[in-house]
């Protein structure tokens, strides 16, 4: 006799669809309530003893901890700054553009100038004030809110992460490869509030809408994919 089939297995292509699906609805979510909150001023409190607590008592100007803490977080907000993202992106799409993988070189292109076009927009917009409470650590000449660096390393190392997730057979090497990511993105954010140039509230809405948005690029040139080959 015939056995009957079993339950379809629940495979990387599915489990990557609902994890973004997750993502990009749960940050929308994140970047709302944070930018109704911030903006409204219900969290200064939160983000001035934040700001207050990387400092030495008394000196608004000299960050806790060593000298080459600092130096290490100048170096760690570098890697979020649009020349570096940028040339990353060029090097990356490179690469996709001779292994022919036009889903993924659109991907990039879409995901990587749509965030920098939205950040620029958003600021322009909510031209929220950065934080004169503590010193600056690093030039910056642009708006607050969201945070530019949070932001799009949030979306270039997401994208990245997805893409070669994707090309990756082992479970364990995809984790690695999306927790490396993260961690990327996460350190370029939290440089940004220890070196006092953004409101915390500033980097968590700017990883939320990051996020989301590589996400969503995702879902959509994915599902675009799959409906050209019906």
Known sequence: MERPAGPARF???QFATLAALLVCAGGMLAFAGLMDSALDGDTRDFDEGLLLALR???DPADPIGPF???VMMRDFTA???HAVLLLIGLVALGYILMLRKW???LLLVLSFGGGMALNSLLKLG???PRPELVAHLVEVHTASFPSGHAMLSATCYL???TLLAGVTEAGRLKA???GIAILLALLVGASRIYLGVHWPTDVLAGWCLGAAWSMACWLVLRGWLAWRRR
Request: charged share 15%.
């Open 11 to 13: 495979g990387w292509g």
């Open 56 to 58: 030495r008592p008394g």
């Open 68 to 70: 080459w803490l600092e």
């Open 79 to 81: 890697l979020g700054s």
């Open 103 to 105: 889903f993924s070189a």
């Open 126 to 128: 909510f031209d929220r």
């Open 159 to 161: 994208t990245l992460g």
């Open 176 to 178: 690695y490869i999306l």
